[in-house]
Every structure is written in C-alpha cells, then in structure tokens.
C-alpha cells in the first residue's frame, strides 16, 4: 500500500450534493447463486428506476469481468478482489447520489460485510438483497450451462457445486425468486427504496 498520498476532500459535502442533484444515493446489492435472477432483477430494477427519472447504474459480476476486473480469476483470492473492487466503486457511485446496482454472486460474508463497513463509513445505504432460489432450482434452469460444466469437473471453483456460498443471515431485503417474478422482484425493492425515503413511492 502506498504511504506517500494524502485523501483530498472535496468542497461539497454529501447533503449538498444530494440537494443540488434531487436525489440519495445508495447502493443495492443484489448477491445470490448463479442463475438465482440477480442480473435479470437487476437490470429491470435499473430500468424502473431510469423511468422514474432517477440518476441509477447497473454494476454486473459477469460485464465487470471483461473491463475493470479482467485480471483476475475464480479462486478464491480473486474472488475477494473482485468483490473489495466492486464495493469502493459502488461507494463512488453511490457518493455521486447515484443508486448502484450490483449484481454478484459475492458468496462471502466477509466480503459483503467488507462492502457494507465502507458505506457506513462513508454514511451512505447500503442494501443488501438476498436472491434466494434453491440449488435445484439454480441447476434447472441453467442458462448458461455452467452447472452441467461444474458438475463434469470442466470449472474448478464453482460456487455451490465446488465452491461454498454463504447465504445472508440479515438481509435487507430477502427474495425468493422460485415464488416471485421479476416485475414482483422490482416491486419489492422499490417499494423497499420508497419506504426508506430514498425513491418517491408509487402513489408520490
């Protein structure tokens, strides 16, 4: 780490920024299996609130990859990197009064707790949202094949065949995508957002 930098602080403070702008900014994890809907919830959610005219980015574990996390692999100190990566940057968006949107598996605790401490640090959101569907579930529907691949042996470290995955035990907001549908996912999290003052509510 380097010791010869110094922070340098803006002049305009958070409330400012919000004030100017019209808007919180926060950032809203979505973490949950492969194929669980993390990426089809998160771009509906990132649609729904661009229409309600809000400043919002869709940050996701699979395009990440090919830019700003194209370095690393799967293993697991990748896998720690890439989630510590994607938490400063959803701060910086988030700081912007920007809602950030991030889909990733991100099966750590430790990670996702990593990204949670520098919101609260920073006294910005952080809203965790567990998309939750059963292994079996997962493995059926299996868009992209990457199951059948794990279970073969053809991906090493692959999370919940080969690899662990630490579901939250005090999410935000918890879904159940095997019982929900993505317009209900979008309501959920909305609704969510409204309750806390972050968005205008529905009927606003």
Do not use: C
Request: charged fraction near 25%; aromatic fraction near 6%; avoid cysteine.
């Amino acid at each position: 780490m380097a010791t010869n930098i110094t922070f340098h602080p803006g002049a305009v403070t958070q409330d400012e920024r919000d004030g100017l702008l019209g808007q919180k900014g926060a950032t809203i994890w979505l973490t949950g299996l492969s194929a669980s809907g993390k990426s089809t919830i998160a771009t509906a959610l990132e649609q729904h609130l661009l229409h309600k005219k809000l400043h919002a980015y869709r940050l996701d574990g699979d395009n990440i990859r090919f830019g700003l996390n194209k370095d690393l692999g799967f293993d697991q100190a990748s896998r720690v990197e890439n989630i510590r990566r994607i938490g400063e940057v959803s701060l910086l968006f988030a700081a912007s009064s920007t809602l950030s949107v991030t889909a990733f598996i991100s099966p750590y605790l430790s990670d996702r707790q990593l990204a949670r401490d520098l919101h609260i640090k920073a006294g910005l959101p952080f809203i965790e949202v567990f998309v939750d569907a059963p292994l079996d579930v997962v493995e059926q529907r299996d868009p992209k094949g990457l199951y059948k691949k794990a279970r073969a042996g053809e991906i090493k470290d692959f999370t919940g065949v080969s690899a662990p995955y630490e579901a939250p035990t005090n999410p935000e907001i918890h879904i159940r995508t095997d019982q929900t549908d993505v317009a209900g996912a979008v309501e959920i999290i909305a609704k969510y957002l409204a309750d806390k003052g972050l968005i205008a509510s529905a009927s606003a």
